[in-house]
């Protein structure tokens, strides 16, 4: 299974960016995107989960983020605005098939992209 991320860069607090994840398989449940910022551990943004009542996101990036997922191109997304300089960190696409209660746990996906770094200046 092959994830290719793109779509990160440089960017000014308040501006918006829009994260992209190819994945070369569309057997799995769920797919996400998760962030580690330096120094810290990696944390989860945000998931798309089959057969649920999600999307699911991390408290810190609802209502600012936005995930969503092409079922014809099995495309990943993360529409991020009014991004902040905390949220600067390398941004990972995930994808597996965690339990519903485990959609936010890193431990729950199989396969992860290689990371687009997302830098927010104040």
């Known amino acids: 299974v092959q994830l290719q991320a793109s779509g990160g860069g440089l960017v000014q607090a308040g501006g918006s960016l829009r994260l992209t994840c190819a994945a070369s398989e569309r057997t799995f449940r769920s797919y996400a995107w998760f962030r580690q910022a330096p120094g810290m551990d990696r944390e989860f943004v945000a998931a798309?989960?089959?057969?649920?009542?999600?999307?699911y996101y991390s408290d810190s990036v609802k209502g600012r983020f936005t995930i969503a997922r092409d079922n014809a191109k099995n495309t990943l997304y993360l529409e991020m605005n009014s991004l902040k300089p905390e949220d600067t960190a390398v941004y990972y696409c995930?994808?597996?098939?965690?339990?519903?209660?485990?959609?936010?746990?890193?431990?729950?996906?199989?396969?992860w992209g290689q990371g687009t770094l997302v830098t927010v200046s104040s």
């Open positions: 798309i989960v089959k057969f649920t009542s999600g999307p």
């Open positions: 995930a994808v597996g098939n965690p339990i519903t209660s485990r959609v936010r746990a890193s431990e729950g996906y199989s396969y």
